[in-house]
T-cell receptor
Framework: GQQVMQIPQYQHVQEGEDFTTYCNSSTTLSNIQWYKQRPGGHPVFLIQLVKSGEVKKQKRLTFQFGEAKKNSSLHITATQTTDVGTYFCAGLPNDYKLSFGAGTTVTVRA | DVKVTQSSRYLVKRTGEKVFLECVQDMDHENMFWYRQDPGLGLRLIYFSYDVKMKEKGDIPEGYSVSREKKERFSLILESASTNQTSMYLC??????????????FGAGSRLTVL
């Protein structure tokens, strides 16, 4: 079964507002990756986090890996219409298969 | 840039037909994967291959088989298509080495409808 849970499944955001999507695992992860899939497109790699407590930023996107390496978050500030899409986290448990979350689908109200 | 090409973007097949989904990558990646994507379920791993002629079952292998005769090509086979196999199928590749250390590059996807 799916080892990585992602919430919320849907996020409707007013343009200019901030939001956060969360990723939780029942097991410790070696690393976590985030992907973005635009409507009609395919998942594209955004970032990878490896270290406990790691925080990385890409412009308005802030990614965090929890201290226990069991959870991660993606925070987007000042949401724009270009942020529309589905964001997936993918964690690597103790085996070698990436486990994807179900994704958070983001829509933006202009 | 790595390019992962899936041969068919859209397919419509009938129940019981044999279906081949082809995937080719051009960057000499060792690992290749087949996922299916369904609303609310995210990406679920069907099969993966870490080398030529090597394959391992993912989380949902039932009803599927795969073939990797050449490094660049990874095929997904539905021996007898069923309606519950209607889905988006995504192929991905990754460099070898430490598993999980490298990112996945996805193809554009193949949307299969089984009638």
């Amino acid at each position: 079964g799916q080892q990585v849970m992602q919430i919320p499944q849907y996020q409707h955001v007013q343009e200019g507002e901030d939001f956060t999507t969360y990723c939780n695992s029942s097991t410790t992860l070696s690393n976590i990756q985030w992907y973005k899939q635009r409507p009609g497109g395919h998942p594209v790699f955004l970032i990878q986090l490896v270290k406990s407590g790691e925080v990385k930023k890409q412009k308005r996107l802030t990614f965090q890996f929890g201290e226990a390496k069991k959870n991660s978050s993606l925070h987007i500030t000042a949401t724009q219409t270009t942020d529309v899409g589905t964001y997936f986290c993918a964690g690597l448990p103790n085996d070698y298969k990436l486990s994807f979350g179900a994704g958070t689908t983001v829509t933006v109200r202009a | 840039d790595v390019k992962v090409t899936q041969s068919s973007r859209y397919l419509v097949k009938r129940t019981g037909e044999k279906v081949f989904l082809e995937c080719v990558q051009d960057m000499d990646h060792e690992n290749m994967f087949w996922y299916r994507q369904d609303p609310g379920l995210g990406l679920r791993l069907i099969y993966f291959s870490y080398d030529v002629k090597m394959k391992e079952k993912g989380d949902i292998p039932e009803g599927y088989s795969v073939s990797r005769e050449k490094k660049e090509r990874f095929s997904l086979i539905l021996e007898s298509a069923s309606t519950n196999q209607t889905s988006m199928y995504l192929c991905a590749s990754r460099e070898g080495g430490a598993f999980g250390a490298n990112v996945l590059t996805f193809g554009a996807g193949s949307r299969l409808t089984v009638l």
